[in-house]
């Protein structure tokens, strides 16, 4: 098993017609066969991109085709739009991989999307693999594996490290969501966390945390009640200056809050392990594997 | 984005905020025309980037605008440290000469982004004038909170709640509402990501006003305030990092000796760690950019050896999507077109990576070729002096 995507899945991407839309598009398609089935751009409706169907709304896309993910490419004073017609048009996995959405579009895109059943991954994310199996995003297909690993991540390059140093020691994973750097994000740490516990493929938990926010404490107080599986941490910007936004929208420390020592902290008081160097994340996530096997 | 509190408070003025009569003087003359305007005590406050000027030295009071006038002189031109500046302070270009008032109370009146909620939330404390984390910190019942819903706005009776807890009365609470609902309109209106005023206040005549002002901007939303993007005030900023910004590349000035260029925020947060954790000192932050493209990587050099500190430079690049051999060859490119004389320690990961690594090793050109994140972390602060 893997957790929110696999063969099955029908992906639309909104976008499809722009440069990154349509390089982005080929590459999944060609990642095991991932079935990226139709496109929208608004007004480009009947084209075709590489033998994809393009629509000029996402309620055609579903009406036209087997479809129950989204995969966004818009520029960011479209992006939340583009979220809301997905989730309008009933598809139930919305991947944003825009970087830039206005905080407040975010606080009423999540607003909305809670009074219905489409969860968001992202934005301002890489998405989500899983490997060998369906690859809806824009990481890099060949450094993933299938295996154990569920891995959980608000960047993106540092992500693919993640995986790489797993891979290179022959441990695979089920599924790898990046669910991205801004401040709003569609779907949390315990969301994902929630789900890799419930999957039984997945026998241990990768989470690469930076600066900024609550997030990884919020995770820690969930996995000390909800997670038996083991949890190998990371939490970068452990020399962040306070103040600064370092890069993604998120990682900002504020009023003194939301340091590296804080979320470290946090997370070995709740029993996790904690990667100190992001060179030792493969070394620890496959120390922590054999202990429990 | 930043801009100053006399900014701030022409933008709470326009929706309805009660602040203090003032205008802003770039001049000595100037502060004191306004004063002569204003017609009987005024505060000259220095306007920079940062907060607790009054402890620096950098709002005073002038009985006269012969006052204000010398006052000005002495104060623009001037570096104001703060315990926000960092230890360098800031030179003050620009003063807020305002109307001095006898106030009465001082509180605290906030609205920020609560990430944990999702929603914007209207903070309000008794404790006015002092770090609303402190008070947070050390006497939490003296926070009040509402929490805004986005698709009604901040309600009336929120307002209220908060004015009544803050201990007004009377017709205060009439004006502290007004404030409140101006100030949500405020933050609607130009994407704030966080808004302050520390104090607000009552005034011995009976009324509320913000003393002081703060506003923040979501650097993600200027897209769509065109006349907000106009505030930036560039001599606030580092110069390297105006010149990254021009080549959309985020670069954050440090203190350390080792250069780093980086695609992606999160690694590059994480290379930095690791340079730390071979003992030395990380000289910036620098996301190059998902593509790593030559004319990015030129830009990111001329950067990052334009800081004089720098003495070696890391490069680490997880290529991914994009080819080792093409982003070398962009990086060879690069180094003899800046004419990089500084030792340079490359790590390359991804798609062709060897065939990327002899280009390095082949091009005569003074590189360290690194595998992993440990040996390139190693290797750049053996190059730059070593452990500190």
Redesign the interface.
């Known amino acids: 098993m893997s957790i929110l995507v696999n063969e099955d899945s029908g992906v639309v991407v909104q976008g499809l017609t722009g440069k990154e839309g349509a390089f982005h598009a080929r ?1 999944c398609k060609a990642y095991h066969d991932t079935r990226v089935v139709a496109g929208v751009t608004p007004g480009k409706g009947g084209q075709l991109v590489d033998d994809i169907p393009v629509y000029n709304t996402v309620a055609e896309a579903v009406a036209e085709q087997r479809v129950n993910v989204s995969l966004i490419f818009v520029p ?2 479209f992006a939340a739009d583009a979220i809301l017609e997905a989730a309008g048009a009933g598809v139930v996995l919305v991947v944003c991989i825009t970087e ?6 975010m ?2 895109v ?2 909305s999307l809670a009074r219905g059943r489409t969860r968001l991954i992202g934005p301002n994310c890489p998405g989500i693999i899983s490997p060998e199996r369906a690859k809806i995003g ?3 297909g ?2 993933h594996k299938r295996g154990p690993v569920g891995v959980v ?9 993640g995986v ?1 140093q797993l891979t290179r020691r022959g441990i695979g994973q089920t599924t790898c969501i990046g669910i991205g ?1 801004d ?2 994000p569609g779907t949390t740490f315990i969301d994902t966390l929630a789900l890799f516990q419930k999957d039984p493929e997945t026998r241990a938990i990768l989470m ?1 945390g ?6 990884e404490e ?1 995770a820690a107080a969930f996995i000390k009640r909800e997670v038996t599986k083991p949890v190998v941490a ?1 939490v ?6 306070p103040g ?8 900002i420390i504020a ?3 939301g340091t ?1 020592g804080e979320k470290v902290h946090a997370l070995l008081a709740a029993g996790i392990t904690v990667a ?4 030792a994340l493969g070394e620890t996530v496959e120390k922590v594997l054999k202990e429990r096997s | 984005m930043k801009i100053h509190e006399y900014q701030a408070k022409g933008i709470l003025r326009q929706h309805g905020v009660a602040v203090p009569r003032g205008d802003v003087a770039y001049s000595a003359a100037e502060a004191r025309d306004i004063a002569v305007r204003l017609a009987g005590r005024v505060v000259v406050k220095a306007q920079i980037h940062a907060g607790g000027r009054g402890k620096g030295g950098g709002v005073k009071l002038a009985d006269t605008p012969d006052q204000a006038e010398s006052l000005a002189k002495a104060m623009l031109g001037m570096k104001l440290v703060t315990p926000q500046t960092g230890p360098e302070g800031k030179v003050v270009r620009r003063l807020l000469v305002e109307e001095a008032l006898e106030r009465d109370r001082e509180m605290y009146l906030g609205l920020v ?1 609560d ?2 909620s ?3 939330v209207m903070i309000a404390s008794k404790a006015g004038g002092m ?3 402190e008070v947070a910190a050390a006497t939490p019942h003296l926070i009040l909170k509402e929490t805004v819903d ?2 009604l706005g901040l309600q009336q009776y929120q307002a209220r709640k908060l004015a009544f807890g803050l201990g007004l009365d009377g017709a205060l609470v009439s004006q502290a509402v007004k404030i409140m609902m101006g100030l949500h309109r405020v933050f ?1 209106a130009t ?1 704030a ?1 966080l808004l302050e005023i520390n104090p607000l206040v009552t005034t011995t005549s009976g009324t509320v006003l913000a003393l002081d002002a703060k506003i923040n901007f ?4 200027l ?2 305030h065109p006349d907000l993007r106009e505030l930036r005030d560039l001599t606030e900023e580092e110069p390297l990092e105006i010149e990254a910004s021009k080549f959309s590349i ?1 670069y ?1 000035k ?1 203190n350390g000796n080792v250069g780093c260029m ?16 071979a003992g030395g000192e ?1 000289a910036n ?1 620098l ?1 190059v950019g ?1 593509g790593a493209t030559a004319d990015q990587v030129t830009n990111a050099f001329r950067i990052i050896l334009s800081d004089p500190n720098v003495k070696a430079v890391l490069i680490n690049i ?4 994009m080819r080792c051999d093409i982003v070398a060859q962009g990086v060879v490119q690069a180094a003899a077109q800046v004419g990089v004389k500084t030792p340079v320690v490359v790590r390359l ?3 062709n990576r060897e065939a990327g690594q002899k280009i390095l090793k082949e091009s005569g050109l003074n590189f360290t070729v690194a595998e ?3 040996d390139a ?1 190693e290797k750049v602060v053996s190059l730059a002096g070593g452990r500190r």
């Open positions: 590459a960011p004073a830039g959405i206005p905080t407040l579009d606080i009423r999540k607003t824009i990481m890099p060949a450094i991540s608000r960047s993106g390059t540092l992500t693919y490290e790489d750097g401040p709003i690469i930076e600066i900024g926010g609550t997030a919020e990371f970068a910007g452990r020399t962040a200056p600064k936004r370092m890069g993604h929208a998120g990682a009023g003194g809050h590296a100190d160097s992001p060179a | 982004i990430r944990a999702e929603r914007a770090e609303i984390e986005p698709s609607e994407d990501s979501d650097d993600n939303a897209y769509r985020n954050i440090l980086v695609n992606g925020a999160g690694l590059a947060m994480a290379t930095m760690d690791i340079i730390k954790l990380p932050f996301d998902g997880f290529g991914g999507i990961e991804g798609t992993g994140m440990k972390a």
